[in-house]
């Protein structure tokens, strides 16, 4: 029998801890921190993630505002409002929802994000810092999925993990933070030749593409860990998972994998700029 990793109940338990957290910061500082989530147009998957997310928020006992910009919004335009959210004493993390519609500058606007308030890490200077192994946030969805590993005490050291998918939200990031943990890594993407043989090499199989059920069990070697980070339509994955499970040591299922994981990073790295933002008041 394959091991679940079940992402839902670590982000129920990792929202515990952070809602005592919470309580008591609260009771440090004469108001509520609060996290800033940037939404640019009306794509629905983004209106429903950052509605997941501030829901999120309210759990553990953190405000969180949506600032709504329209879809023709400019590149000045979104760095105008990050500039403002850089300086309000009350926000603790600023999260701007990605995809951003294409006239905007996306890594321009990431890049302007104060690297203190960056609680999703996606700008440029915490993805450096991170891959020297310096203390930086963390891009969000590859803190939860090595944060998944971890708790279920998944090897790593000396392991060979393949990411498909080179992403700088996903496939980049979890690269370092895997080479990190001294796992042996291999990035793989659209121009990849022979996927099927290095795949076939993993220990750790990472999908990170956006196509569903991409990664097939003839793919992968017996004993393997399955990590789908991939969420298409209808609740898919990048993993054929119905026929790779009986081959494999462990997995993430979807939903209920890597997506409440996600969350709880942001959710994590939020209550660490608030704690940070309390000591200096
Ligand atoms: P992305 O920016 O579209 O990147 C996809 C990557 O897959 C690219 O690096 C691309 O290669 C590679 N790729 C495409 N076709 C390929 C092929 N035939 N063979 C090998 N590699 C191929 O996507 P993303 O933003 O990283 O997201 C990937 C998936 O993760 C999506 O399903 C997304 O919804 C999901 N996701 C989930 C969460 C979560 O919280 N659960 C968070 C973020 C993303 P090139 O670089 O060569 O184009």
Do not use: W
Request: glycine share 6%; aromatic share 4%.
């Amino acid at each position: 029998m394959s091991i679940i990793l079940d992402g839902k109940s670590l982000s129920k338990k990792i929202e515990e801890e952070l809602k005592l957290r919470v309580a008591f910061l609260k009771s440090k500082l004469n108001f509520t921190p609060k996290l800033a989530t940037i939404l640019v147009g009306n794509f629905p998957p983004s209106i429903s993630y950052v509605n997941m997310k501030k829901k999120a928020c309210e759990r553990i006992g953190l405000e969180s505002e949506i600032i709504k910009m329209p879809e023709q919004t400019t590149t000045q335009e979104l760095l105008n409002c990050i500039q403002i959210l850089n300086q309000d004493k009350t926000i603790c993390g600023i999260l701007l929802q990605h995809p951003v519609p294409k006239q905007i500058d996306e890594r321009a606007c990431f890049d302007a994000i104060s690297p203190e308030k960056d609680v999703d890490g996606v700008n440029s200077s915490s993805f450096g810092n991170v891959a020297l192994g310096k203390k930086a946030y963390k891009c969000a969805t590859p803190m939860g999925i090595v944060t998944l590993l971890k708790e279920y005490k998944i090897p790593l050291v000396s392991k060979h993990a393949v990411i498909i998918g080179r992403s700088p939200i996903l496939g980049k990031p979890l690269a370092q933070l895997l080479l990190n943990e001294d796992c042996t890594v291999t990035v793989c993407h659209s121009k990849t030749q022979n996927l099927k043989e290095i795949v076939k090499t993993a220990d750790i199989v990472v999908g990170a593409v956006g196509k569903p059920k991409f990664i097939t069990a003839d793919m992968i070697k017996e004993n393997v860990v399955l990590v789908d980070a991939g969420y298409n339509e209808g609740n898919v994955g990048d993993i054929d998972l119905e026929n790779c499970i009986q081959k494999c040591y462990a997995y993430t299922p979807v939903p209920g994998g890597v997506g409440p994981m996600t969350i709880a990073s942001l959710l994590t790295q939020t209550v660490e700029s608030a704690e940070k933002l309390a000591e200096m008041s």
